[in-house]
Structures are given as structure tokens and as C-alpha cells.
């Protein structure tokens, strides 16, 4: 059969996605693949689909054994024969998977690195006929990957342990040097190499000046009601703040942090994985394990301490390939909380790349070019900008002259010596009538009361945004006092402008919650309900039964009969077997058949 076919067949897809295809076909071949997609870029098919050709079987290493189930259950629905062995199986399930093994009737193996090390099971393993093993997050075997992970070590001896396989290696990032490392470590032999753009058209980048964060992103989900998302935040402290804000303003949220014991955080991810939550606020810590692919938008509340985290936790976000947001809230005393941890790192080379990659993630948020040109440049892949889908091409920020008032905050900072903090230059400003400004004098100076009729927040913001674009710092040898960079200096004597970036005040937003398809909103609703009830019958998550993609399609097309619902993208045989009758039945009532 062609690899085309079984594509339908089997997974319901029309077209294979880029270099899906050349990377199977290769492997069919008999040749290694070293490849590197973008989170949703369809690693999976890549293992799955050429195992379906291959005589014996093929192992899927994957380090997370949280989501080897979600992996399996979805392989399964498929009509895949795939199983899983590691740690969290009893006794029992486990002897039930070498009972298959003994009966030929296992088409993929998913194990976890650590029992790759047990010798004993390696020795079992090698007893079956082993086509092809593919690595799953590769760049967990490299130090110099930001995930590295000591068992993955001992996946240097799969070509020892089973010569006669092809092997591949997938990863969503990888820099050369941790492309060098996945190859030398896992021996592949002059592999098919695959460096996918990193370009995730599919993302909306949105970065606005953070101005009451909680209000901020409570507005920001009421508008996208009952959708799956992300908010991230920087402190644990933060993450069950927002979480109650939003809680309180009725919206499903649940927390997520390192703090929390593991049985709650399982059971929040869990729920949001089966849409009876919407959204997980959260720490960096919910990382890896999110396979969700319904993800319609993720929201930083805080800036994130490098472009490399900014992009993988957005890439959460639109795995199914359709339209979805990424929201950040962007202040420059963000910049001074992340040193703060900085400081503390004890290793100077690590300090040091600590810094730069906040740097870099400052200038993303604060320079007024395309981002996802700013982003791709990041991981050195060329884009011309003017992408259409970021707040900066798409003109939602503009360009304002701040050059007078960011005058009148340096002249207050050199007039006193560049010896007080924030608070209280912004008191001079204001000509307010504190008694630390009576004490010094500080009501006598030219600049007090020059900015009495702009607001406090607005001469913080200027003043983040001088930090941001690193006018002027902050000293935190010295309590936090204000410093002049030169370039400040630039400004105060009028030698070169302040430009900051402004949102419009439009009604851009709404007009940007974008529609891909023409879909019918109301069958939409309906086909998840029965997506969610199905998926509850069967202990799986929503995502698996259809994708979000699948349904709207379903509610474009409003298929009446199975062929044209076996064309709707998504889905296989397999799956109009067990649900397409459901679906069916649903949109000939919606289109008022009897
Ligand atoms: P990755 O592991 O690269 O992040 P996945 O394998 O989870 O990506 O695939 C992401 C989503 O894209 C899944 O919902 C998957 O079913 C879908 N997908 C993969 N290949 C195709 C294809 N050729 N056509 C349509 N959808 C696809
Ligand atoms: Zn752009």
C-alpha cells in the first residue's frame, strides 16, 4: 500500500505536512533521520506511519511517561496496534503487553529511557523482530539542550542492541550543536537530516505594556469563552493569585506550580487535557508534558526570561495547526525582578548567557520590528517581516514620541544625584508633597511638578520603558536607585529621541479574533458536546477522539452520509467506525433530515 493511502487510511489526512513525507519515505528505506519540526509540526506520523509498513516492530522511546498514555490511547484510536512498558504499569498490564509481544500483535512499543537501561529487559526485547526505533525529544540526550536528561544516555547503545534497526531521532528544538550531539550520541549513520522552519504561521504575536495583569488577562479570556488556554506567570505566588482572580471572575481556572503536590498537579492538568477546565495558570513548570492540541492561546503575564522559553511556551498553543493567540504583558520591571535571580546564579559563564537571553527577550518585547522576524532571527533562519500576524505588522502598536517626558524623568534623576528609586522620581514629577521630598529639598528643584497632570502609571511606564531600552537601570548595588546610561544622556540633552510603543486605542481586537473557515458556530457546540461525552465514555481526552480542526471542518462541510464524512480532514476508517455515526447523526438533525 502507498504511504498516501495509509495516510487517509489510517490517520484521515489528505496531504502530508513538509517533510513528513521524504522523512518516511527515507526510513522506509532503510535510512536514519535526524529530524527537527516545530511543536505541531506532526512528529508522530513520522514513527507511526512507516511502522504500519515495517515487517516487525518499532520502538518509540519518549521520556515522559505521563503522556505515553495519551500517545498510546491515540494511537490506538487510530486502529494502531501500539502498547506502552514502563514504570507505572502493574505487574499484570505489564505481562498482557509481552503476551501481544508473543502474538505478533504489536505494531509500535512505547518505553521510557529508563528501562532502555535495564539489561535484562533489553535482552527480553531483543527476543522480537526490532524494524526501527525512534527517539522522541532527542534533545534530551544533549547537555547542551535546556532539557537534558541522564537517562537518555543510555539510548548510545540502541545501534549495539539492535543493529538491524533503522533508528530516527525527532526534536522541536535543536540548536546545530545539539543536532551535532543527538547524531554523535545515538550513532546514526549518515542520517536524512531535516531543519524545519520554525516559523508557526498559525500563531497571532501580541505584546502589549502589562497594566493591572490580572484585569488584563481576565478581559483577555472573557473574550475567547470557552476555549482552551495557557497563562503563565512568573512566581508561584502569582500563578494562585491569577488563578483565583480568574476563578472569582467565574471562568474555569486551575493553578499549576512546583509547589503543589504531584496528585493535584496531575489531576489539574488532567482536567484541562479533557476541556472540564479552560484555562492553567502556571509556572514554567508545565512544560513538556502538554500533547493538548487544542490550545487556542497562551498568555504571559510576566516577561519570560529568554526568546528560547517565549517560543516554546507559546508554541503550546495551535498544535491542530489553526489560528490562536499569543498574549504578553510586557513591563520593564519585569526586567529587574528576572536579574534579581540573575544575580544570584554563582557559574559567570552561565550568568552571563543568563543575561543576554534576557536581553534579547527585552528587545523583542520593546523594538518596534516584526516579531516573529525578531523570533526566527533568534533561531537564524531569515524572514522578511511583515508577517500580517503580529500586533506590529498588523499596526495595533504605534510609535510615540516620548522623547519631552523622558526629558523630564532624567532631569529629575541627575538633579538628584541618580542616588533615589522609582517611586520617588515619580514623586518629584508629580510635585508631590512628601515628606522625603521636603527633607531633601527635592520641592525646590526645576523639575518638580513638571508632570502634575500625567498619571502615576504613565511615568512608570515611561520609566519601565527607559529601563526596557536600557536608558537608564537600576542600581541594585545601591537600593535600587536610578542610573544614566550614555544613551539616556543622548536623550536628556535632546541629541536623540525616546520612541515607545503604544497600543492603539482601537477596536483592532475583535476584529482579530479570527475565523479560518466559514464554520456553523451553534453545530460546532454541539459536535463537542458529543466529542466530550464520547470522550468521557472512554476514559480519553477530547483532543483524541477529534481534534478541534476535525469538528469545525464538520461544521463547515456538514457532511450527510460516511463518504463525505470519511473526507472531512481527521477522519480514518477507524475512527468513522467508532464515532463518525455520532457526528452523522447529529448534523442530519442539525440540517433537519428526518
Ligand atoms: P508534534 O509532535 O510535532 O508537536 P503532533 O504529531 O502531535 O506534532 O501533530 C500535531 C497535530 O497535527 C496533531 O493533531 C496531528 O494529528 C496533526 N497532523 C499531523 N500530520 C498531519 C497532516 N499531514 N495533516 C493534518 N494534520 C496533521
Ligand atoms: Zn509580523
Redesign the pocket.
Known amino acids: 500500500m502507498k504511504i498516501d493511502t495509509t495516510?487517509k487510511k489510517t490517520f484521515g489526512?489528505k496531504?502530508?505536512?513538509p517533510h513528513?513525507k521524504e522523512i518516511i519515505s527515507q526510513l522506509l528505506e532503510g535510512r536514519d533521520v535526524f529530524a527537527s519540526?516545530p511543536?505541531?509540526?506532526?512528529?508522530?506520523?513520522c514513527y507511526q506511519l512507516p511502522a504500519l509498513h515495517m515487517e516487525g516492530i518499532t520502538i518509540v522511546l519518549s521520556p515522559l511517561v505521563a503522556l505515553m498514555k495519551d500517545q498510546v490511547d491515540g494511537a490506538r484510536e487510530s486502529g494502531i496496534e501500539a502498547y506502552c512498558l514502563n514504570s507505572s504499569l502493574s505487574a499484570a498490564d505489564s505481562s498482557h503487553v509481552y503476551r501481544a509481544l508473543e502474538n505478533n500483535q504489536v505494531k509500535l512499543l512505547y518505553i521510557s529511557p529508563e528501562r532502555f537501561a535495564i539489561d535484562e529487559f533489553i535482552e527480553t526485547l531483543k527476543r522480537f523482530k526490532v524494524d526501527f526505533v525512534a527517539v522522541d525529544e532527542a534533545h534530551c540526550v544533549s547537555e547542551w539542550g535546556h532539557d537534558f536528561r541522564p537517562d537518555y544516555l543510555s539510548l548510545s547503545r540502541i545501534r549495539e542492541h539492535f543493529p538491524g534497526a533503522v533508528i530516527a531521532a525527532f526534536t522541536?528544538t535543536a540548536t546545530l550543536k545539539v543536532q551535532e550531539d543527538i547524531i554523535s550520541l545515538l550513532k546514526l549513520n549518515n542520517p536524512y537530516t531535516v531543519r524545519a522552519s520554525f516559523n508557526r504561521q498559525e500563531l497571532y504575536y501580541r505584546i502589549v505594556p502589562k497594566n493591572g495583569a490580572n484585569k488584563q488577562i481576565s478581559d483577555f479570556i472573557c473574550k475567547h469563552k470557552n476555549q482552551s488556554g495557557i497563562v503563565y506567570r512568573l512566581s508561584r505566588a502569582d500563578v494562585e493569585k491569577t488563578a483565583s482572580y480568574l476563578s472569582g471572575k467565574g471562568i474555569r481556572a486551575l493553578p499549576y506550580h512546583a509547589g503543589l503536590p504531584t496528585k493535584t498537579r496531575e489531576k489539574n492538568q488532567d482536567l484541562f487535557n479533557r476541556d472540564e477546565v479552560d484555562v492553567v495558570v502556571a509556572t514554567i513548570a508545565f512544560g513538556m508534558g502538554i500533547?493538548k492540541?487544542n490550545i487556542r492561546y497562551v498568555i504571559h503575564g510576566d516577561l519570560p526570561k529568554s526568546i528560547e522559553g517565549y517560543y516554546q511556551e507559546t508554541g503550546r498553543a495551535g498544535?491542530?495547526?489553526m489560528k490562536s493567540e499569543c498574549l504578553l504583558l510586557y513591563s520593564g520591571g519585569d526586567i529587574s525582578k528576572i536579574h534579581f535571580f540573575i544575580d544570584k546564579i554563582r557559574d559567570e559563564k552561565e550568568k552571563k548567557r543568563a543575561s543576554r537571553n534576557l536581553n534579547n527577550m527585552a528587545s523583542l518585547a520593546s523594538v518596534n520590528v516584526c516579531r516573529r522576524k525578531q523570533i526566527l532571527e533568534y533561531f537564524d533562519e531569515d524572514h522578511e517581516g511583515n508577517c500580517g500576524s503580529c500586533d506590529i505588522c498588523n499596526g495595533e502598536a504605534e510609535q510615540v514620541d516620548g522623547t519631552e517626558d523622558a526629558q523630564k524623568i532624567l532631569s529629575a534623576i541627575i538633579r538628584t544625584n541618580q542616588v533615589f528609586g522609582i517611586a520617588h522620581i515619580i514623586d518629584i514629577v508629580r510635585g508631590a508633597d512628601t515628606e522625603k521630598i521636603r527633607k531633601f529639598g527635592h520641592n525646590e528643584i526645576k523639575t518638580w511638578g513638571v508632570g502634575k497632570e500625567k498619571s502615576k502609571s504613565w511615568w512608570r511606564s515611561i520609566i519601565n520603558e527607559l529601563i526596557g531600552q536600557k536608558h537608564i537601570f537600576q542600581d541594585r548595588d545601591h537600593y535600587n536607585s536610578l542610573k544614566i546610561n550614555s544613551s539616556g544622556a543622548e536623550i536628556l540633552y535632546g541629541r536623540s529621541p525616546f520612541v515607545v510603543l503604544m497600543k492603539k486605542e482601537t477596536k483592532q481586537e475583535e476584529k482579530l479574533s479570527f475565523r479560518e473557515v466559514d464554520y456553523n458556530e451553534n453545530l460546532f457546540a454541539r459536535l463537542k458536546e458529543i466529542r466530550t461525552e464520547l470522550a468521557r465514555e472512554k476514559g480519553l481526552p477530547p483532543y483524541i477522539v477529534f481534534?478541534d480542526k476535525t469538528l469545525k471542518e464538520m461544521s463547515s462541510l456538514k457532511p450527510d452520509d460516511e463518504t463525505a464524512m470519511l473526507r472531512v480532514?481527521g477522519v480514518g476508517e477507524r475512527k468513522m467506525e467508532q464515532y463518525g455515526y455520532f457526528f452523522l447523526k447529529e448534523i442530519r438533525i442539525f440540517l433537519g433530515y428526518k
Open positions: 495516510l489526512f496531504k502530508f505536512r513528513q519540526l511543536t505541531g509540526g506532526g512528529k508522530s506520523i522541536a500533547d492540541s498544535r491542530d495547526g481534534s480532514s
